[in-house]
């Protein structure tokens, strides 16, 4: 099936909300129809990506709140030039896992302006046509993330805490939320139904 655009769809939300999971789930789903997907995360693998995954491991250690924003910036300046505007060009549907509502929340909980955030960032980051917004309490989420014991420096109660408050404050109507309590299935075929709903709109 050929698309008359490409679409960015982004899932957003505190680390163990089920992002990955609905981001495979929605891709393996949209390639079945015959619709042009790739799907993405960042931080990406790339230069800053490693870098920032080495602060994820071993913690900030000396690394400033400045350098840290900026990796993360440096990752996304990369990742769109390299993969999610030329996927946007073939008219593919891109779905990623995290984008700069991220950078707002966990940088922004570092004492950064969220508003700031995205507004750097909308200068060189195309806008999504979607956000998925996972909500799930932190007490919940971590939870999830202590059963995969894989914990980064990052997944620290507290901080999650200040992360998911300013998720919370975020108002844009390309933001949907959607409640990652409910059975994996029932939250998938809402995504689903959503994202059909957003491609065929423009198809009309
Ligand atoms: P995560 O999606 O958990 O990556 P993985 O599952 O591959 O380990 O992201 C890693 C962490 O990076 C997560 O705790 C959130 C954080 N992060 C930021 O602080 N700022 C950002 O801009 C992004 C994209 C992620």
Redo the contacts with the bound molecule.
């Keep these: 099936m050929q698309l008359d655009r490409g679409y960015l769809i982004v899932f957003e939300g505190i ?1 163990g909300t089920g ?2 999971t609905h981001c495979r789930l929605l891709g393996d789903f949209l390639a079945s129809r015959g619709i042009p997907v790739v799907r993405l ?3 990406t693998r790339g230069f800053w990506g490693q870098k ?2 080495g602060i ?1 491991k071993d913690g900030r250690g000396d690394v400033t709140p400045e350098e840290e924003l900026s990796w ?1 910036v440096n ?2 300046r990369e990742d769109v030039e390299q993969n999610i505007a030329p996927a946007l060009k073939e008219k593919r549907v891109v779905l990623l ?4 509502y ?2 707002a929340a ?2 922004g909980a570092l004492g950064f302006s969220p508003e700031a955030i995205v507004r750097d960032n909308e200068a060189f980051a195309p806008r999504p046509d979607r956000v998925f917004l996972f909500t799930l309490s932190p007490e919940k989420s971590l939870k999830r993330v202590d059963g995969r014991g894989e914990k ?1 420096s ?2 620290r109660a507290d901080y999650l805490e200040k992360v998911q408050r300013i998720f919370a404050a975020f108002d844009d109507p390309v933001i949907q939320r959607v409640n990652t309590e409910p059975p994996v299935d029932e939250v998938h075929a809402r995504i689903r139904q959503a994202v059909l709903e957003l491609i065929a709109q423009d198809a009309l």
Excluded: G
Excluded at 97 to 100: A, F, S
């Design positions: 680390d992002k990955s995360y960042e931080p920032i995954r994820l993360f990752d996304r896992d995290r984008y700069y991220s950078t966990y940088q980064s990052f997944e």
